[in-house]
């Protein structure tokens, strides 16, 4: 059974940087691929970052590309996500995911499985 736990989020002015992290069990192959969504108040859930655990693919939305990276820990069974120049837009709930059919989680349409979510809150 996958069990994925996120942790990290907090509160940061305008610019600052943050880690999250998600610790994931039960991956139990190599053909996963792990990414974090987020949902900000009122508004629908996007994909922020996604990748193949093995490596390779990787993808982020527009609106991060330059600020943040994603990253997996194979040793560590751990998904990081840096965020650096964050801005008021970034505030959300960040999601971390995993999914076994690539294709769906790496076109940011959903996954097969979903953390319960840690609040990133940036203020001026």
């Known amino acids: 059974q996958v069990q994925l736990v996120e942790s990290g989020g907090e509160s940061v002015q305008v610019g600052g940087s943050l880690r999250l992290s998600c610790s994931a069990s039960?991956?139990?192959?190599?053909?996963?691929?792990v990414g974090w969504f987020r949902q900000g108040k009122a508004k629908e859930r996007e994909g922020v970052a996604v990748?193949?655990?093995?490596?390779?693919?990787?993808d982020y939305a527009d609106s991060v590309k330059g600020r943040f990276t994603i990253s997996y820990d194979n040793a560590k069974n751990t998904l990081y996500l840096q965020m650096n120049s964050l801005t008021l837009e970034d505030t959300a709930m960040y999601y971390c995911a995993a999914d076994s059919a690539c294709l769906r989680i790496l076109r940011f349409m959903g996954a097969e499985y979903w953390g319960q979510g840690t609040q990133v809150t940036v203020s001026s």
């Open positions: 039960g991956l139990d192959h190599d053909d996963y691929c």
């Open positions: 990748m193949a655990t093995r490596g390779g693919a990787i």
